[in-house]
């Protein structure tokens, strides 16, 4: 599980003041108490949005202020309120107080709302005061300040896309040419030493969360390498993309290498055996052997997994690989719905 975090600071607005004002008319000597109350503040909400993936947006923008009330005016005139301030968090977003670690809210559905800071109240002009004993209070009240705070939003990201092959596979590459993600990326095996979540843009609100993990080797199922500390990010992940390095930089063989980390997987849980998998040949511009692409083509299409090959440093092929992705997640969740109907009916 990834857990994506952003700490925000939330500030409702302060309420106007009341005012004091007497009445002055034509003929009448001492006029009435007349100072109107000031506006309330407005209230910052958190609200969660079908269209966002992450906290990203959060990261680069930590400050949310609502609108201050207005200052009431002579004439019994109330200052106008506050505008109220909206954040937008995606769905699973969890709300923390940032101080003392309370969960104050849990998103689970699109459209719910947290009123993270209240609007301080207008204070009262002096028209509120008159009493017939105190006919001219010579008072108001100032405002209430806005409700502030830390607040500590957490997200846990479940990855829809798995990228597994060996070192140097080109793992880190393809995520950096496909999302914002911006990993190391360096011509030795081992340089992913932590997961990377990286998020496409499909356009249009649509995304899909892609996770980079450390390359895995003969015996990673048992601890070998970064082994198993990863794969279990891989076991939630919907659709696995196995990275083939055919190029022949690799000094290894493309065929072996596949059989090897699908051995790995199944090895760790059966279940990451049988998960939707998408071969994909990469470094296809450094290709000199055409055979060793040929060889995985024919593994891959006997395993009846559908197989692509790509280059990311020329992006021949990530757009097609985009897409296939796109299309066999559709169908992945089209299929879980259609389960979860049957299971319905029962
Ligand atoms: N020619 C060529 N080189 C590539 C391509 N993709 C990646 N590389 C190179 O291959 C090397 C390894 O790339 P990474 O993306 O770091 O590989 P990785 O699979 O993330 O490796 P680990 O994190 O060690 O598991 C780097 O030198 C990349 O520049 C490609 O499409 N063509
Ligand atoms: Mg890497």
Redo the contacts with the bound molecule.
């Keep these: 599980m990834f857990i994506d975090r952003a700490k925000i600071k939330v500030k409702a607005g302060d309420g106007g003041n009341g005012v004091t004002a007497f009445r002055r008319e034509k003929f009448v000597p001492r006029g009435g108490p007349s100072g109107g109350d000031g506006g309330v503040g407005g209230d910052v909400w958190i609200e969660a949005s079908e269209g966002l993936n992450t906290l990203l947006h959060l990261r680069y923008n930590p400050e949310h202020k609502a609108g201050r009330g207005r200052h009431g005016e002579g004439s019994n005139r109330f200052g106008k309120d506050g505008a109220d301030a909206v954040v937008q968090v995606p769905v699973g977003t969890q709300v923390f107080d940032a101080e003392t670690e309370e969960l104050l809210f849990d998103f689970t559905e699109a459209g719910q709302r947290f009123l993270a800071a209240k609007g301080g109240k207008g204070g009262w002009g002096n028209s509120h005061f008159a009493t017939p004993t105190r006919r001219a209070p010579r008072f108001h009240y100032t405002g209430r300040p806005g409700g502030e705070k830390e607040l500590q939003l957490e997200l846990k990201l479940i990855a829809d896309v798995g990228?597994v092959?060996?070192?140097?596979?080109?793992?880190?590459?393809?995520?950096?040419v496909i999302s914002a993600a911006k990993?190391?990326?360096?011509?030795?095996?081992?340089?992913?030493?932590e997961p990377n979540l990286g998020v496409v843009d499909l356009g249009e609100y649509k995304t899909f969360v892609v996770a980079?993990?450390?390359?895995?080797i003969e015996g990673a199922s048992e601890g070998a390498g970064l082994g198993d500390r990863f794969l279990r990010h891989v076991e939630r992940t919907k659709l696995i993309l196995h990275?083939v390095?055919v190029?022949s930089?690799s000094g290894r063989d493309s065929v072996s290498d596949y059989e090897i980390i699908n051995r790995e997987l199944a090895n760790y849980n059966q279940d990451l055996a049988m998960r939707p998998q998408i071969v994909v040949a990469?470094?296809?511009?450094?290709l000199d052997e055409p055979e060793r692409l040929e060889r995985l083509r024919e593994a891959a299409e006997n395993d009846g997994k559908p197989f692509l090959q790509?280059?990311?440093?020329?992006n021949?092929g990530t757009k097609d690989l985009v897409n296939l992705v796109a299309l066999k997640l559709a169908e992945i969740k089209k299929t879980e719905i259609d389960l979860s109907e049957e299971i319905d009916v029962e």
């Excluded at 990993?183 to 030493?193: S, V």
């Excluded at 990469?282 to 450094?286: F, Y």
Aim: no cysteine; hydrophobic share 45%; proline share 9%.
């Design positions: 990228l092959g060996f070192p140097n596979a080109g793992k880190s590459t393809l995520i950096s990993p190391k990326i360096a011509d030795y095996p081992f340089t992913t030493l980079d993990i450390p390359g895995l990275l390095d190029s930089i990469t470094k296809i511009d450094a790509i280059s990311a440093v020329t021949l």
